[in-house]
């Protein structure tokens, strides 16, 4: 195919490759930040890969993918996550996508391995047709979109502070992840999820290009955390809200807004959500006002089976985040 002449790939590139990705997915409003890639790296190390394709003469990138891999907690069995998957229109039906995904995943696929993915409500039968992404999550995702003029951030102190009122009153309180010890978070993921996500999560939600607090028991025992990155477009992204209730939920958002400097020079605050969750709705009114913009927009997606996820305690997913949920 002609895509061998105009094209090369680069598995694990330097890091300005990368940002390239986060600014050609930029263009689709995909939620990407430059810091994510050193992140990877540290939390799936050995079992990561950015696969770039880079046109000759330019050495422009044209296309990419995200993969990541972690056990299960069974231990029989892995899932890998691929995400960030896109090539430009203009290098499109010459072998580059195909190329791009067989690196990634290809063995996984040949070994019949437990692969998901997020897709767009577009392209989920292309999925499935092509690839094998025959069993679909028990709903869809749901985007929920806050633009940054409708959150006050007064209001949110106030609405916080009562939040802490009702907290108090069940023996838990909110705190900064450095107060947490990585053994107390992975404990509370393990009820969330059946991924083993020991390595992971420690690093993901201690990253310094992010907001995260954590709701605490008098014993130290973790209840919920909630991790707010800054994304390409001055964009503020929630990934993860895991929670044990809706009242944890609303207090972790607040606690995290409210620890965002200089607020009004973002554009908005996103939330992605299993549709599962119907609670995630009363989150996403309190903290706006009742003024956002909801959308579904994508399938969860797997080749084998469906990875057990609490979804009643997931009111954020993780947005490219290679982590699963």
């Known amino acids: 195919m002609a895509a061998y002449k105009e094209v090369y790939f680069k598995v694990n590139p330097p890091q300005e490759d990368f940002e390239q990705c986060v600014q050609l997915v930029y263009e689709l409003d995909w939620k990407q930040a430059n810091g994510d890639y050193q992140v ?3 939390a799936f190390p050995g079992r990561f890969s950015l696969i770039v394709a880079k046109d000759k003469k ?44 067989k690196m990634a995943v290809g063995e996984k696929l040949d070994l019949h391995k437990n692969v998901n993915l ?42 916080y502070k009562e939040r802490l009122k009702v907290l108090d009153a069940e023996g838990l309180r909110i705190v900064d992840v450095e107060e947490v010890a990585d053994e107390a978070l992975i404990d509370y993921d393990r009820t969330v999820i059946t991924v083993d996500r020991s390595v992971y999560l420690p690093v993901w939600l201690r990253r310094k290009d992010a ?9 130290g025992t973790v209840r919920g955390f909630a991790c707010l990155r800054v994304v390409s477009g001055k964009r ?72 057990k996820v609490d979804m009643s305690q997931v009111f954020a997913f993780t947005y490219y985040g290679c982590g699963c949920v």
Request: hydrophobic content about 40%; overall charge neutral.
């Open 40 to 42: 990877f790296l540290q």
């Open 58 to 101: 330019t050495d422009a990138v044209v296309g990419c993918i995200l993969a990541s891999t972690m056990p299960m907690l069974d231990g029989k069995d892995d899932i890998t996550t691929v995400s960030g998957f896109y090539v430009r229109p203009e290098y499109r039906n010459l072998g580059v996508g195909g190329k791009l995904f």
């Open 118 to 159: 997020n897709a767009v409500m577009t392209m989920s039968k292309w999925y499935e047709s092509r690839y094998g992404f025959k069993v679909y999550a028990s709903a869809p995702n749901t985007t929920f979109q806050i633009p940054i003029e409708n959150i006050s951030a007064e209001m949110c102190v106030s609405l």
């Open 211 to 219: 907001f995260t607090k954590v709701c605490v028991d008098s014993g």
């Open 236 to 307: 503020l992204l929630y990934s993860p809200i895991f929670a044990s209730n809706k009242i944890c939920a609303e207090a972790l958002s607040l606690a995290t807004i409210k620890a965002v400097p200089n607020l009004q020079d973002f554009t908005k605050v996103i939330y992605g959500s299993n549709g599962e969750n119907l609670a995630i709705d009363d989150v996403i009114f309190l903290v706006s006002g009742g003024s956002y913009m909801k959308a579904t927009r994508a399938h969860r997606m797997f080749t084998q089976k469906e990875v």
